[in-house]
């Protein structure tokens, strides 16, 4: 799994399932729970997505504002146990 097909799916579910704004085109360091575009507990839903569609487990301990506030940190995770 590449770094731009995992951005480009975790941005997409974020914005067309999570924020449904489809066009919205979120950028990879802003700010995604503690700007506002999705609540805290849309994470467990990123979380179960991440397993679905990539394989990779993330547990609780990682579903925080501080490690997946931005969709840089998010591929940053998912790639981490792809290395």
Known sequence: MDEVTVRAKLSRYITQEIMRD????????EPIISGGLMDSFSLAKVGVFCEKEFGVFIPDPDL????????????????????
């Open 64 to 83: 925080t504002v501080a490690k997946m506030d931005t969709l840089r940190q998010m591929v940053a995770r998912v790639l981490r146990d792809f290395r």
């Open 22 to 29: 489809p066009d919205y085109v979120l950028d990879d360091d």
